[in-house]
């Protein structure tokens, strides 16, 4: 079995991200109860970054094993935070 190439690695990664993160959630049940750590920018960072890459596979660039790592270490600690925070 072949493995993916860095390409499909990150497209999966960043499915997944959006898949496992709640972005869909309003503003209003984002903020209200614990907050440790600021979950709504925390989000908002995190979806940058996600449409960033999106937008750079789109255009043909080819990402480095250490780019996925560093997307998938960023978007583990904002899901920790959202944990914490009980949002997910």
């Given at each position: 079995?072949?493995k993916?190439?860095t390409?499909?690695?990150?497209?999966t990664?960043?499915?997944?991200?959006?898949a496992?993160?709640p972005?869909?959630?309003?503003v209003?049940a984002?903020?209200q109860?614990?907050?440790?750590?600021?979950?709504?920018?925390?989000?908002e960072?995190?979806?940058?970054e996600?449409?960033?890459w999106?937008?750079?596979l789109?255009?043909?660039?080819?990402p480095?094993?250490?780019?996925?790592?560093?997307l998938?270490?960023l978007s583990?600690?904002v899901?920790?935070?959202?944990?914490?925070?009980q949002?997910?």
């Amino acid at each position: 079995m072949r493995k993916p190439d860095t390409r499909a690695a990150m497209y999966t990664l960043i499915a997944q991200v959006r898949a496992a993160m709640p972005f869909h959630l309003p503003v209003a049940a984002i903020c209200q109860g614990l907050c440790n750590g600021c979950s709504k920018k925390l989000l908002e960072f995190l979806d940058v970054e996600l449409l960033d890459w999106q937008a750079r596979l789109d255009a043909g660039e080819t990402p480095k094993l250490g780019e996925i790592d560093k997307l998938a270490r960023l978007s583990g600690k904002v899901y920790k935070v959202l944990q914490r925070n009980q949002l997910v």
